[in-house]
């Protein structure tokens, strides 16, 4: 491939064009299961968009910087599957998190079914949410988005290219910011309005199945980071 030149603009509508196509139908089965067992629906989405959408910002970032410094090769490991068993263990971190705070859920409901304040035993269970579970899940969402970032697609391969001719880390790493930037805008809002929507509307009509409802969704979690560790799908 040519050398070849590339601005903060063009990487950003590069990154717009990319984040409107395949980058959702990648992101879908990850955030998917995500928005499904949180509830709040729009109006917490917020949570799930923002540790998500950073972690794809910082990593391209990354990468543009790293890519200025040390030429195309910046790329080669994580062509090589690293960036695929990296978002593997940050999905399995995620779906177990979801996992471990709906069995924390059922037990507490347990303890609460015979007392008068059974009502309000969600409220009870939430502020009683352990620091280190709060935590995790924003940490492993973060970890999620910045290592599905790292699995290089053609636009990405491009904007790394071009990073390594300027051969400047400030400027690679200004194309990449662009570049996600331009990736993150459109999913976060489709997400945030959309996706967080079904989710919220599943969780209502299926109010009965809320522990059932989570337990799926983490336990597809880890099942799409196994398929990303064995290689059987690749965002």
């Given at each position: 491939?040519?050398?070849?030149?590339?601005?903060?603009?063009?990487?950003?509508?590069?990154?717009?064009?990319?984040?409107?196509?395949?980058?959702?139908?990648?992101?879908?089965?990850?955030?998917?299961?995500?928005?499904?067992?949180?509830?709040?629906?729009?109006?917490?989405?917020?949570?799930?968009?923002?540790?998500?959408?950073?972690?794809?910002?910082?990593?391209?970032?990354?990468?543009?910087?790293?890519?200025?410094?040390?030429?195309?090769?910046?790329?080669?490991?994580?062509?090589?599957?690293?960036?695929?068993?990296?978002?593997?263990?940050?999905?399995?971190?995620?779906?177990?998190?979801?996992?471990?705070?709906?069995?924390?859920?059922?037990?507490?409901?347990?303890?609460?079914?015979?007392?008068?304040?059974?009502?309000?035993?969600?409220t009870k269970i939430t502020l009683q949410r352990k620091p280190v579970e709060a935590a995790l899940m924003p940490m492993g969402l973060f970890g999620m988005g910045a290592t599905m970032a790292l699995n290089p697609c053609a636009p990405l391969g491009t904007v790394a290219l071009a990073a390594a001719v300027t051969a400047e880390p400030l400027a690679g790493l200004m194309l990449g910011l662009g570049f996600g930037l331009g990736a993150v805008a459109i999913p976060a809002v489709l997400f945030s309005l959309v996706v967080a929507h079904i989710g919220a509307e599943v969780r209502e009509r299926l109010v009965g199945w809320k522990g059932g409802l989570e337990r799926a969704a983490g336990t597809m979690l880890i099942a799409m980071g196994v398929f990303s560790f064995s290689g059987l799908f690749h965002p």
């Open positions: 491939m040519e050398p070849i030149a590339l601005s903060f603009s063009a990487a950003l509508v590069m990154g717009l064009f990319y984040g409107a196509g395949p980058c959702n139908i990648a992101c879908l089965p990850y955030l998917g299961p995500v928005f499904l067992a949180r509830s709040g629906g729009i109006r917490e989405a917020w949570r799930t968009v923002v540790p998500f959408s950073l972690g794809r910002i910082t990593a391209y970032a990354a990468l543009g910087a790293a890519a200025a410094t040390v030429g195309r090769a910046a790329t080669v490991e994580l062509e090589e599957g690293t960036g695929a068993i990296l978002l593997g263990s940050a999905s399995v971190t995620v779906g177990l998190v979801i996992l471990w705070r709906s069995a924390r859920k059922a037990t507490n409901s347990s303890s609460y079914c015979s007392r008068p304040q059974a009502a309000d035993h969600e």
